[in-house]
């Protein structure tokens, strides 16, 4: 089973891009039996990122704009490897 989770700064208020996020890859990748859950993990650290069974595969600059569709593409990328 896969775990993915969106880790983000909690000081950064950036919990609300954390849940849009969420929401997107859950819709987006419903069709993968594989995914098991899909969280959010709030961190003391200046981070935005996006990990497949611990392991990151993308990360947004958290000053920046956050595009949830990058996500997606890299979470796709990972499941298909």
Known sequence: MVHINVEYCAASR???E????QRVLSDRLRKY??????SLDP????TFQVNVNGDSVWR?????????MEAIAAVRQRLSA
Do not use: N
């Open 18 to 21: 954390a849940v849009t996020t």
């Open 33 to 38: 039996d594989e995914i098991e859950a899909i």
């Open 14 to 16: 950036l919990g609300g």
């Open 43 to 46: 961190s003391s650290e200046r």
């Open 60 to 68: 947004a600059d958290p000053d920046e704009d956050i595009d949830p």
